[in-house]
């Protein structure tokens, strides 16, 4: 960690602050990924209608995201983190009503048909939404705040330290979520990851960014393309597939792993699943930020890829605690590896005034492979099982092995050579050379 060395103490406070932040975001967050989809079965839900309920949080994200990955860049990062942590002050508060609220139905007629609405499922829906504000705002504002900071030839490195809020507080808070809900039920559960939050709030209040807004008007008199259009350009277009991918993984692990074990009958406490595999993205992520300031990002990104799919396999095949936990550890270690070198790789293909909208918008991908995998994985899991979504989901993060190696530069052998650490990122802007 000699990189802190060459901060100033004020710096490194401040650093400190923000990291802190990050953990009350990521615990409060993460709390409720092994009780929330519970809670939603209790109210009488099918695995598709879970589904939904839980990928709305990506219906959320996706339509906050460019309105506040653009205000990270015109008006700071501080105000879009204290959005996100604010969102995840208030959600677990909001899912506590369903529990006091009586039964609410609506019927609705079409034509000759009537269809029955579960009130409580649709303000589930509206309250996973805004859920979903949190990570819109918080993540790109953080990614972005520290990518400011970081000099160009330690970008990963430091990227790799302060991004280990994840595992730590994916570790904190499914298995506090997970004891809570064992010990005294959905309420008390539901209530310390709000109070997460609003630690979280105290904290970002005292951060204080490097970043001046007012300076990105002389950086270029040149117009900036459309928010949407940088989607399609080749620096943020294969990121955002490979992301995608990967996002319908993520969307089966963090909504159907609860319902899975329940499915096999195992008695397990399905947030040490989450635990270990915040435990192997923690410790990836101490490992590979200064790697890949050395060595390059593609070779990372190449073998995150790989365990991704493996990790998703290993579930697939699952049948005992012991099976569960590797899978978790494999996941862990492939999630920890992949989205800091992702972030790195967009840091490095960003100027200081765009850097919130390309990291919020390779982010996309991610959001709509997490809305996605509810609701389609969700039905194909009511027609088939819980078991059978991860092995669809170690087939798309293959496809997104084969999609990086072959379309992460600007033709074939330029790709094969960035994927496998022996060529440089052609669209870098401000990177040295590669040792």
């Not at 006091?100 to 996973?128: D, H, Y």
Request: glycine share 10%; proline share 5%; hydrophobic share 55%.
């Amino acid at each position: 960690m000699k990189v802190f060395a060459a901060f100033s103490p004020t710096l490194r406070w401040n650093l400190a602050i923000l990291f802190a932040a990050g953990l009350c975001f990521w615990a409060g967050l993460a709390g409720l990924l092994p009780t929330l989809p519970l809670f939603i079965e209790t109210l009488g839900a099918t695995g598709s209608q879970i589904g939904v309920v839980m990928a709305s949080f990506a219906f959320g994200l996706l339509i906050a995201r460019p309105s506040l990955a653009r205000l990270a860049d015109e008006q700071g990062r501080k105000r879009v983190l204290l959005i996100g942590i604010i969102a995840v002050a208030i959600a677990p508060f909001l899912y506590l009503t369903a529990i006091i609220l009586p039964p609410i139905t609506w019927q609705l007629s079409l034509g000759e048909r009537t269809l029955t609405i579960n009130g409580i499922l649709a303000l589930l829906m509206a309250f996973r939404a805004f859920h979903g504000l949190s990570i819109a705002a918080f993540v790109v504002a953080y990614s972005a705040l520290v990518i400011d900071i970081s000099p160009p030839a330690n970008r990963g490195e430091l990227i790799g330290y302060m991004s280990l809020v994840n595992p730590i507080g994916m570790a904190m808070g499914p298995a506090l979520g997970g004891f809570l809900l064992e010990w005294k039920g959905f309420s008390v559960a539901f209530l310390a990851m709000g109070i997460l939050g609003l630690l979280g709030i105290i904290c970002v209040t005292q951060v204080k960014e490097t970043y001046a807004p007012a300076a990105k008007k002389t950086l270029t008199n040149a117009p900036r393309p459309l928010f949407w259009s940088l989607l399609w350009t080749p620096r943020v277009r294969t990121p955002a597939i490979i992301l995608l991918l990967v996002g319908l993984a993520f969307g089966t692990l963090s909504t159907f792993v609860p319902l899975f074990i329940k499915e096999t009958g195992l008695a397990l406490n399905v947030g040490l699943i989450y635990t270990a595999s915040a435990t192997a993205s923690f410790a990836s992520r101490l490992l590979v930020g200064r790697a890949s300031d050395r060595y390059g990002r593609g070779r990372f990104i190449t073998v995150s890829l790989l365990l991704y799919t493996l990790a998703m396999l290993a579930f697939w095949q699952a049948k005992t605690p012991t099976m569960f936990l590797l899978s978790g550890l494999i996941q862990g270690g492939a999630a920890g590896t992949l989205i800091p070198m992702i972030a790195a790789l967009m840091g490095d293909r960003a100027a200081p005034d765009e850097r919130g909208k390309i990291f919020g918008l390779v982010m996309v991908g991610f959001d709509v492979g997490i809305a996605l995998a509810g609701p389609l994985f969700g039905t194909f899991a009511d027609w088939a099982s819980y078991r059978d979504c991860f092995g669809l989901a170690g087939l798309m993060t293959f496809i997104g092995f084969l999609v990086f190696i072959t379309a992460s530069s600007k033709d074939l052998v330029n790709s094969l050579q960035f994927s496998l650490g022996q060529g440089r990122d052609a669209y870098a802007t401000n990177l040295p050379p590669a040792k």
